[in-house]
């Protein structure tokens, strides 16, 4: 048989998805990075495709997700030119507004659904590189614990990085959305709190975090989810409990 009629496998058959994806992000990074302007035209399909070393098929179908994220235009009879990019949304939080406990409640009930799956997630795929910040971190909380001293920045330092470990952004753009509120005892530093009381609430903040912190370790996924989620469970029931009226 002459191999040169021989059907050659299209690796663009098997995964057109990913291929087509990974132009995208290259062509918005470059539109981030200021490689390519607003009002600046985009090199041919055929050019790009080329570059890249796909078809313009993979080409096409980058193209049309990057129409739809509103970051390019196609002109009739001219070319395709980037446009300015749509503003991004307000966040989650808004830092100018005092959260009532009521936000609190809530927030801690979503984050117990989402933060869950991050620290699974991140159980699995964190870095070597990764788990040594998570660890070093974390040792940091515990030495503000014991030496009695505020540990905020890191109890938020933590919960990040598990955002991060997952390799997914949106888990990470999450919780940096959440900005100060991802501390709910930020919100609370009142009267309602003896200092006995607090020193028991931040031992058990501690003890928490340490079994989320062991499960990373482990790369154990479900014991992490779990233990996170019953961190944040018991975040919103220390502060249910604060709120109910002193006999």
Avoid: C, W
């Avoid at 132009?23 to 495709?49: H, N, W, Y």
């Avoid at 993979?58 to 503003?87: C, D, K, N």
């Avoid at 607090?198 to 062991?214: C, F, K, P, T, V």
């Avoid at 220390?238 to 006999?247: A, S, V």
Wanted: proline fraction near 5%; charged fraction near 25%.
């Amino acid at each position: 048989m002459n191999k040169s009629n021989t059907p050659q496998s299209d690796p663009l058959r098997t995964k057109p998805a990913s291929l087509s994806q990974a132009i995208v992000e290259r062509l918005s990074g470059q539109m981030a990075s200021g490689r390519f302007r607003p009002g600046d035209q985009l090199p041919t399909e055929s050019e790009l495709a080329r570059e890249h070393g796909v078809s313009r098929t993979v080409v096409r179908e980058a193209m049309s997700q990057l129409r739809e994220r509103g970051l390019i235009e196609r002109r009739q009879g001219a070319g395709t030119f980037v446009l300015t990019p749509p503003p991004r949304h307000k966040p989650l939080i808004d830092p100018e507004l005092e959260l009532t406990v009521q936000d609190l409640l809530q927030l801690l009930q979503l984050r117990a659904s989402l933060e869950s799956e991050s620290a699974a997630l991140a159980a699995l795929h964190r870095t070597p590189e990764q788990l040594q910040q998570i660890s070093e971190t974390h040792r940091l909380f515990l030495q503000a614990l014991q030496e009695g001293r505020d540990n905020t920045a890191h109890d938020a330092r933590f919960h990040l990085l598990l955002a991060e470990a997952t390799g997914n952004r949106y888990f990470l753009d999450f919780i940096n959305h959440l900005g100060n509120a991802l501390i709910p005892r930020n919100h609370l530093r009142s009267a309602r709190l003896s200092t006995q009381d607090r020193a028991s609430l931040l031992n058990r903040i501690g003890q928490e975090h340490e079994d989320i912190y062991h499960a990373i370790v482990r790369q154990d996924a479900d014991a992490a989810r779990t233990a996170m989620r019953m961190h944040l469970i018991n975040s919103r029931l220390r502060i249910l409990k604060l709120l109910e009226p002193k006999t």
